[in-house]
């Protein structure tokens, strides 16, 4: 924009310095009657084409404010963009040090759970958490299992309902390790 408006000033700059130029000439009477009364019929033309160019400098001025309007509008909003998106990082790393020490919170007492349990079912916790993405056990409640969501038909129901109490017992869509508990609709 700024080449065009400067562009435009300098052909505005021509007409003006010609149009002297002629001006000066005509003054001063050089020349036959014929010369004089070309000259003239320039300067009358070269002054309709400073008019044009003028306009054509206007319009030019116009676009080139309005642009720089725009612009420094849009270096405000890219301001707040970023100060939002630093406030946005800054609270994501804040949510994420808050997981991070709920995460030490929870898992401290996970040691002594898995000793308890014995190697074998932390074995199968281990490998059924890895191909589930993360949940390997499930509360059973209300005849649902908790990781599929699916409503367990009468034959699982029963099967789960006389297993014994030590027995690991399994969803057979998603093979979760159910948990029973008093909700569990058995």
């Known amino acids: ?6 562009k435009s000033e ?9 149009a002297a130029r002629n001006q000066s000439r005509l003054d001063a009477g050089q020349g036959s009657a014929k010369d004089l009364q ?3 019929h320039e300067l009358a033309s070269l002054a309709r084409r400073q008019g044009e160019l003028e306009d054509i400098e206007i ?3 116009e676009r080139s404010e309005q642009l720089a309007a725009r612009v420094t509008e849009l ?9 939002r998106v630093a ?7 804040a949510a994420v040090q808050k997981l991070d020490a709920e995460e030490v919170t929870v898992g401290a007492g996970r040691a002594d759970i898995v000793a308890g349990v014995g190697d074998d079912l932390a074995a199968l916790y281990e490998k059924i ?11 059973l409640k209300h005849r649902r299992c908790g990781g599929c969501r699916l409503e367990l038909g009468n034959v699982d129901l029963n099967r789960i309902r006389t297993a014994p109490q030590d027995e690991v017992v399994r969803c057979e869509e998603c093979r979760r390790i159910m948990i029973r508990t008093g909700e569990s609709g058995l």
């Open 75 to 83: 270096e405000a909003r890219r301001a707040e963009i970023v100060e």
């Open 59 to 61: 319009e030019v001025m």
């Open 1 to 6: 924009m700024q080449r065009e408006l400067t």
């Open 129 to 139: 958490r890895a191909s589930s993405g993360g949940l390997a056990a499930a509360e």
């Open 10 to 18: 300098q052909d505005v700059q021509l007409v003006r310095d010609r």
């Open 87 to 93: 406030q946005l990082e800054s609270e994501r790393d």
């Open 38 to 40: 070309a000259l003239q």
